[in-house]
């Protein structure tokens, strides 16, 4: 088990957390439900699936959690775009 606060990875995750929700704040309200909500959720899923994993025993449970981390950076990066449609 090792402290998720030391990974360089969480450290990033956690700033792209703050820049997303800065970024979204200036949305329109009609979207405070909308992309906004959706846009900041997977980055709070990112953030902690690195740290459970971090929590969890073995190296394979660790990668599992890295890799549901890895599928909200993606849902993160589609709908980036789609806030710039």
Do not use: D, H
């Given at each position: 088990m090792q402290d998720f606060r030391n990974l360089d990875v969480w450290q990033r995750a956690r700033t792209l957390t703050?820049?997303?929700y800065e970024m979204t704040t200036d949305f329109p309200e009609t979207e405070v439900f909308g992309l906004r909500s959706q846009m900041r959720r997977p980055t709070v899923s990112i953030c902690s699936n690195i740290a459970e994993g971090c929590g969890r025993r073995g190296d394979r449970e660790f990668r599992r959690f890295r890799d549901v981390?890895?599928?909200?950076?993606?849902?993160?990066?589609?709908?980036?775009i789609l806030s710039r449609v």
């Open positions: 703050k820049t997303v981390a890895m599928g909200s950076a993606c849902e993160l990066e589609c709908e980036t």
